[in-house]
């Protein structure tokens, strides 16, 4: 029914979609857009990305397929045409100490072999001039730049015995397997503080050895133990909360045999041009870039021709104030996307379906024609291009947009609007409204209550900064990627550590949380279920008897895959209601548990008139949430979902700061007006709001803007202007003020 040139859904009913059928055509750019929770993942990466990954793995042997997760089909009468599928997202690009920017974008290898091609003197093959190998790692770092001095003043009190606690580590406390063998060895005098030990004695703690007499079987001392069990590990693949305990008890410092560089001296010594490979990863790209062409001999040529092509890529992206030597871990969620895409654009696959996930977040309005020029560049290879995103100028690139709607969940699943951005513009749709109306900027800003200054901030590129934060009104943080707003906002944090921050990382500790459970309504619903029941509120509890034995209340069973994210699917014994039958007869006004899990926001805010209740779903309805069930899995939100449910339950104080980092994150054009209204709320109730802002509606309603800048990274790190949006319309150097005049127009 389709042609070879169309991508065909045909009747998909995933989530909340409402029999979608479409054609989607190939080799072009198709931007869906539509309110949040209207429908655009559930068709763009719940059918087709899982679609063609479906049918992608279909394509392996039962055994190879034994290994990969298993999708199951989506929901849909058919889908036809699809390519194999690379979905490009926001989730951090994470890795461990010895991921850089340089490796996970394959730029790393190419310069170990333009030293090895042009180096002197020579060091060797190219692996030799690798931070990874051996042959070229730095000896005294293993190659990670870094060394780590254990702090024993922290580790052990020396005013407390074994007895008492003296051994701060948790893992090693009183009772612990550790501390057993210590206080078992009979070598130690276990009530005896550690500061009345001998030398002889403390020096057995620490490493052993059997001058107190022979240490028992399996003995290690305290130093070598920590050092193995700890110090050894890369803290990047420690769980979090170890990771925080671990950090107490050591410092890290720049490793001083190889200055940081994690290389050898032999590699060190090679130089191309006068630079070694360590300062060439140490440049910003934007450096680099114009450095590689003064490098180019006949032996390096090829080389540095491919560098060019890749360090340009970096920089055409807005990552030009990154250095190759960044390492992963530290990127942000827009960051690690854009290095995402880096490394397909320069993939020599063609014909793929490339999938991207709001590529704009994190991007300044000026930097956005870089990022559509990349997309055009994507499809230009012969590849088909599908963007869900929310910013105005990402949509203009559209060959074909997709709008979805009318509005959110069950009032959702439609397609409203299909055609080019500018029948999009003058649709009757709640978009193409949006795309219409332009927001003047704020003229009166509310009057401050006092201030909060941040002295002296010299982090990063930031050249020591100082500024005041207004209290009682919204602050917005603005500038181009890299300028310095993160930074800043961290030197805020560290010098009000008080202030309350809703970002976007994952909320809930385990698979059981969800919104009923993070905003802690669960507690009420038991109660009143208990009390209408006569029986017991436990009963109704998910660690409990009552909940479903196959899924322990979850309702989905969890397959976990060592490679990959693990695989969810429905629970048989249940059908996906979570707890037993005899607990589901119970009901509250009609409904069981399992339905009232089962609510939306919205509706539970109708059915619940209990206080605490009906406040906390209504507060889920004001950011925007109204279509969330109560009982979906926090690990199936978005970071913008997650951001909004931590608002939510952050609501109800007063004379607090709020930090928000990129609150407009998953947000279409309507929500945002929403936004705006909890925030005014917010400072209504005293409260004081600063945020990461790029939307230049947010920036408009400000009270206050802090701009930094000139440019990303070493070009970077200044305020430009501090001030009211009125007066930033008239800041004439300022990329920000730029964007909010050409608004204005
Ligand atoms: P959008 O991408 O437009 O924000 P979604 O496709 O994510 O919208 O969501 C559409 C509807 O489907 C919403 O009501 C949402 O709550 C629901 N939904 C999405 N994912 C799931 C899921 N894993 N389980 C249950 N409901 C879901
Ligand atoms: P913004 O928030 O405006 O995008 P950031 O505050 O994240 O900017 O970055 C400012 C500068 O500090 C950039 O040059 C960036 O590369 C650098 N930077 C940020 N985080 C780190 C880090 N963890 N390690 C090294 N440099 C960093
Ligand atoms: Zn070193
Ligand atoms: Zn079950």
Not at 204 to 225: N, S, V
Not at 338 to 360: A, G, W
Not at 482 to 501: D, I, R
Not at 585 to 602: E, K, W, Y
Request: a neutral charge.
């Amino acid at each position: 029914m389709s042609t070879d040139g169309e991508i065909a859904v045909v009747r998909a009913r995933e989530n909340n979609l409402r029999e979608v059928s479409l054609r989607i055509p190939k080799r072009g750019i198709t931007v869906f857009t539509g309110v949040s929770g209207s429908g655009k993942s559930s068709l763009v990466f719940d059918t087709i990305a899982a679609e063609a990954q479906r049918q992608l793995n279909e394509t392996f042997t039962a055994f190879q397929r034994g290994f990969l997760p298993q999708y199951g089909r989506p929901d849909a009468d058919a889908l036809e045409n699809l390519s194999a599928a690379i979905v490009v997202d926001q989730k951090r690009l994470g890795g461990n100490s010895r991921s850089t920017v340089g490796t996970i974008t394959d730029i790393a290898p190419l310069l170990r072999l333009l030293l090895s091609r042009g180096g002197a003197p020579h060091h060797g093959a190219a692996h030799a001039y690798s931070f990874n190998d051996p042959l070229g790692m730095c000896p005294a770092c293993e190659g990670i730049g870094r060394t780590t001095e254990i702090d024993l003043d922290a580790l052990v009190d020396r005013s407390l015995s074994l007895n008492g606690g003296a051994i701060q580590h948790p893992d090693f406390g009183v009772g612990k397997w550790f501390w057993d063998t210590l206080a078992g060895s009979g070598l130690f005098d276990n009530d005896k503080p550690l500061r009345d030990w001998t030398d002889v004695e403390w020096r057995t703690l620490l490493r052993g050895g059997d001058a107190l007499g022979p240490t028992p079987k399996g003995y290690e001392g305290l130093l070598d133990r920590f050092t193995r069990v700890y110090v050894r590990k890369d803290t990047a693949d420690m769980a979090e909360r170890n990771r925080r305990i671990f950090l107490r008890f050591v410092t890290a410092a720049t490793c001083g045999r190889c200055e940081g560089s994690r290389y050898n001296d032999g590699v060190r010594a090679s130089r191309v041009g006068g630079h070694s490979i360590a300062d060439l990863s140490a440049m910003e790209a934007t450096e680099l870039l114009a450095l590689l062409p003064t490098l180019a001999t006949p032996d390096t040529g090829p080389v540095v021709a491919s560098l060019v092509d890749r360090v340009g890529d970096l920089v055409a992206i807005g990552l030009g104030y990154l250095s190759l030597d960044r390492e992963t871990t530290s990127l942000s969620g827009g960051e690690s996307q854009r290095i995402k895409m880096v490394r397909h654009l320069s993939s020599s696959l063609t014909d793929m379906l490339y999938i991207f996930d709001e590529p704009s977040i994190g991007l300044h309005a000026r930097d956005v024609h870089r990022l559509n020029d990349l997309l055009r560049k994507l499809r230009d290879k012969g590849n088909t291009v599908l963007v869900v995103e929310h910013d105005p100028d990402v949509v203009a690139v559209a060959d074909h947009v997709v709008d979805m709607g009318p509005g959110a969940g069950e009032h959702g699943g439609q397609v409203v609007h299909q055609g080019t951005p500018q029948t999009l513009a003058a649709a009757d749709t709640v978009t193409g409204r949006e795309l219409r109306r332009r927001a003047p900027v704020r003229q009166e800003s509310r009057t401050p209550t006092g201030r909060l200054v941040v002295r002296d901030a010299a982090r990063h590129n930031l050249r020591d900064v100082t500024v005041s934060v207004p209290t009682g009104v919204v602050t917005a943080v603005t500038g181009v990627a890299g300028s310095g707003k993160s930074t800043l906002v961290a030197a805020f944090l560290e010098q009000y550590p008080e202030a309350v921050v809703v970002d976007q990382s994952a909320v809930g500790a385990n698979r059981r949380s969800s919104p009923v459970t993070y905003t802690g309504m669960l507690d009420g619903i038991r109660r009143l279920f208990a009390r209408a029941g006569g029986v017991s509120a436990s009963l109704f509890s998910f660690n409990s008897a009552g909940a479903c034995p196959g899924c322990q209340g979850m309702g989905v069973v969890w397959t976990d895959l060592a490679f990959m994210d693990g695989v969810r699917t429905p629970c048989e014994e249940c059908g996906g209601r979570r707890f037993r039958e005899e607990v589901r007869r119970h009901t509250l006004r009609g409904r069981s548990i399992d339905q009232v899990l089962g609510m939306t926001a919205r509706e539970a805010a109708d059915f619940f008139t209990e206080p605490a209740l009906h406040t906390a779903a209504r507060a889920m309805v004001d950011v925007g949430l109204d279509y969330l069930r109560l009982g979906q899995p926090l690990s199936t939100l978005s970071g913008g979902e997650c951001q909004r449910l931590k608002l939510a339950t952050n609501l109800h104080r007063e004379g607090s700061v709020y930090v928000l980092d990129e609150p407009t994150t998953g947000l279409h054009m309507a929500d945002v007006g929403r936004l705006l209204g909890i925030v005014d709320r917010l400072v209504a109730a005293g409260n004081t709001v600063l945020l990461i802002e790029h939307n230049l509606e947010v920036i408009k309603q400000a009270d206050w803007i802090i701009d930094m800048g000139p440019e990303g990274g070493s070009r970077g790190g200044r305020v430009l202007f501090e001030g009211t949006p009125k007066q930033l319309l008239a800041s004439p150097d300022s990329h920000t003020a730029e964007f909010l005049r050409r608004g204005e127009a």
